[in-house]
């Protein structure tokens, strides 16, 4: 699935500066964690996903040892879901061994109202009790609806309401790349500005 | 999806294969510590079974609470119903305390086409007289699915696979729902029955929704590549369908010789309840191969997945 206005979007990152962005966030979640120990990274659905697996390669790649990822969808958890047509959850995948006691990792592609992370918690509370959840996302575009914010951010990008973030993954969709589209009469996160990649826009 | 679930004819296959996959994922969440979703949260769903039932009522009100809905059970036992009141009073009664959501069975074919038509709330058809029970179909195909798909619900597992029907056809919905959605998910059915118990008018009928039908099991068993045994419903029976039980089974029970006839590892399938030593054999019932229990669970994760379709979303009503 490509964005169909990716062509006519800005170009913000491109391929290697999503590569040194995931390599510093991996970095930080070291530093801050004193090492891999206990550490689960949980991508959420649908960008974060990949994007858990490539900060947890990276994370081996410096510890030696592998980091366990796993999968979170918020679709059942989500505060406007009686404002589109219901679609089926994707998978949920966590370890074995169940999250309690570890240091989870929320990992997203774009943080904007928070409302997805919200229903991320959300859904955490009733899947266990980790000792400590964090947030990784790749972009942070600002226009925040909830009292959230990320601990680790590939790269705050200052954005209108009006403009929409496409987030491209080669596992997703081929390339790797963050563009910005003008879109003007869509000025709400969580209403019209359904882009591919935006948060709150997966649906 | 179509607002109510009257009948097999209001989901597409494509829809199936929604509500398949969102089955799997509420196959997951029985298996968690914490079994709730907070999808229907504050909706309302009332069960209002005018016939007996055990696992279609209480997998109903299991996948209603873990949705996080209020389900409300009423039955005609100890309700109005028994002092007289029609069918319309008790629904329009029901809908005007302000219910999201109503699961009717009743004994008469195409109760829940009318109550569907009085009230503006979606309607689950929870099995009509001798008409349908779309989500026992749903169930099954679902149960069928994950056999075939090694626990994946691809409902293109299904594609080619011969499945015999045996049993009570005429008295049943659950067949005829079956028929339906096996031919949506690219199955092949076999109906078997004795003459008595074969519906009326079947061959046209046949030939429109595309199986056949065959009054020999012994000579079907070998091809199957899945059994559903049906209940001999003897309470809608005025008697002379067949000569004596122990005859029914010697011509169309599973018995235990019978299941040596079956390729190997062949599923075994009942809708339940079960008349052990009448249409299945209590061999046949607990063989390695019997889905009888996967096809309970699986009704509590098809049934959130209907719910959570018909209910969740956005209502169409409310927006126009």
Not at chain 2, 85 to 109: F, P, Q
Not at chain 2, 113 to 132: R, S
Not at chain 2, 295 to 312: D, I, K
């Amino acid at each position: 699935m490509r964005d169909p206005a990716t062509g006519a979007g800005r170009v913000v990152l491109d391929a290697s500066d999503i590569g040194r962005a995931l390599t510093r966030i991996s970095h930080e979640i070291l530093e801050r964690n004193k090492g891999a120990e206990d550490l689960f990274l949980l991508g959420l659905h649908t960008r974060g996903v990949p994007l858990a697996r490539r900060i947890a390669e990276r994370i081996e790649a410096v510890e030696g040892h592998s980091v366990a990822t796993g999968s979170l969808d918020v679709t059942m958890y989500r505060d406007d879901l009686r404002s589109h047509p219901t679609r089926s959850p994707h998978k949920t995948e966590l370890p074995a061994s169940g999250i309690d006691g570890k240091t989870v990792v929320l990992v997203d592609d774009v943080l904007y109202s928070g409302r997805t992370i919200r229903a991320a918690l959300d859904a955490l509370s009733d899947l266990g009790r980790p000792a400590v959840v964090r947030l990784a996302v790749l972009v942070d575009r600002g226009h925040r609806e909830l009292p959230i914010r990320a601990d680790h951010v590939g790269k705050n990008l200052p954005t209108a309401r009006s403009e929409r973030v496409g987030l491209h993954l080669i596992e997703t969709d081929g390339e790797d790349s963050v563009t910005i589209v003008d879109l003007p009469g869509s000025e709400h996160p969580d209403r019209g500005d359904r882009a591919v990649g935006d948060e709150g826009g997966d649906r | 999806m179509s607002r109510h679930l009257l009948s097999i004819d209001d989901v597409s296959a494509g829809e199936i294969q929604t509500i398949f996959e969102t089955a799997a994922e509420m196959h997951d969440v029985q298996r968690r510590a914490v079994k709730k979703l907070p999808a229907l949260r504050g909706r309302t769903v009332i069960n209002l079974f005018f016939e007996d039932s055990t696992r279609t009522r209480s997998s109903f009100e299991i996948a209603g609470k873990w949705l996080s809905a209020d389900v409300i059970n009423l039955s005609a036992k100890g309700s109005s119903a028994s002092k007289g009141e029609s069918l319309r009073d008790t629904v329009l009664t029901v809908t005007a305390m302000g219910i999201d959501g109503l699961v009717i069975r009743h004994s008469a074919s195409g109760a829940a086409h009318q109550v569907a038509g009085w009230i503006d709330v979606p309607v689950i058809n929870a099995g009509d007289g001798m008409h349908e029970h779309p989500t026992q179909a749903l169930l099954d195909g679902y149960a069928l699915a994950r056999h075939f798909g090694e626990g994946r619900a691809e409902a293109d597992s299904l594609e080619g696979k011969t499945v015999a029907i045996v049993g009570d056809l005429t008295h049943s919905r659950v067949f005829r729902s079956n028929v339906k959605s096996l031919a949506k998910l690219g199955a092949k059915v076999v109906a078997v029955a004795p003459p008595t118990l074969m519906p009326a008018g079947v061959g046209e009928w046949a030939k429109s929704d595309g199986f056949s039908t065959s009054y020999d099991l012994d000579e079907v068993l070998p091809e199957a590549d899945a059994v559903m045994m049906l209940r001999v419903q003897r309470e809608r029976m005025s008697g002379g369908y067949f000569p004596s039980p122990r005859e029914y089974t010697v011509g169309y029970g599973l018995t235990r010789e019978r299941l040596g006839r079956l390729k190997d590892g062949v599923p075994i399938l009942h809708p339940g309840p079960m008349n052990r030593g009448l249409e299945i054999s209590p061999d046949a019932a607990d063989a390695a191969g019997s889905l009888v229990l996967d096809q309970v669970s699986a009704g509590v994760a098809v049934r959130m997945s209907v719910l959570y379709h018909l209910l969740a979303g956005e209502n169409e009503k409310e927006n126009a």
